[in-house]
């Protein structure tokens, strides 16, 4: 029953990807790619990588490809446009993708990756934790490595925080307490008009 489960979500992973390429809609093609993403969740689950597949549903899923879906529909994005000239960069795409092609038949292949050179995985205990054995490894063999990398974050934050808040001459600012005190006479005025006559028919 693995193996059957396995292949179904392999398949829809492999169409999904195909849609993600070759729908002319991008919301259609950031839609199929959730449906990508939520297809190797459940891969990783099946390999009993829990922490992987959760990271992956709530990193990717439910805000990075929100945010995408939101720019994608709030842009006026001319499809006409961005299909001229695609002849023209239709050989050059297909020999990068016939070199990548290439490139992933010698890495991913029967030598390295197959049933007969790998070892199959060793089951775990019913009460066994792929998080808590990530955490273990985390906060002891590579905390050293964790704790700079939180450190080198933190300095992108306040740098991306101190290069948005700095004060440029030609950028207009609003004063939010100068619009609470705002009067209706200073923002609407309301003009008296006659109104016009209905001109018979002829």
Do not use: C
Not at 15 to 27: D, K, Y
Not at 52 to 60: D, M, Q
Not at 144 to 163: K, M, N, R, S, W
């Amino acid at each position: 029953m693995e193996h059957i489960i396995f292949y179904i979500f392999s398949a829809i992973l492999v169409l999904s990807a195909l849609m993600v390429i070759t729908v002319r809609n991008p919301v259609h093609a950031a839609l199929f790619l959730v449906l990508a993403f939520f297809t190797s969740a459940a891969l990783w689950l099946l390999l009993e990588a829990e922490f992987l597949a959760l990271t992956l549903v709530l990193v990717y899923v439910g805000a990075v490809m929100v945010l995408f879906l939101f720019v994608v529909m709030m842009l006026d994005i001319n499809l006409t446009v961005l299909r001229e000239g695609f002849a023209s960069y239709l050989p050059v795409g297909a020999l990068i993708a016939t070199l990548i092609l290439i490139e992933m038949a010698l890495v991913v292949g029967s030598k390295n990756f197959g049933l007969d050179s790998v070892a199959a995985p060793v089951p775990h205990a019913a009460g066994y934790s792929n998080t808590q054995a990530l955490g273990n490894v985390l906060y002891t063999v590579y905390v050293y490595p964790f704790e700079i990398a939180g450190v080198i974050l933190l300095v992108a934050i306040i740098g991306a925080i101190t290069l948005t808040l700095r004060r440029r001459p030609q950028a207009k600012y609003q004063d939010p307490s100068q619009q609470v005190l705002v009067r209706r006479e200073d923002r609407v005025r309301i003009i008296k008009m006659p109104s016009e006559k209905k001109r018979g028919k002829t």
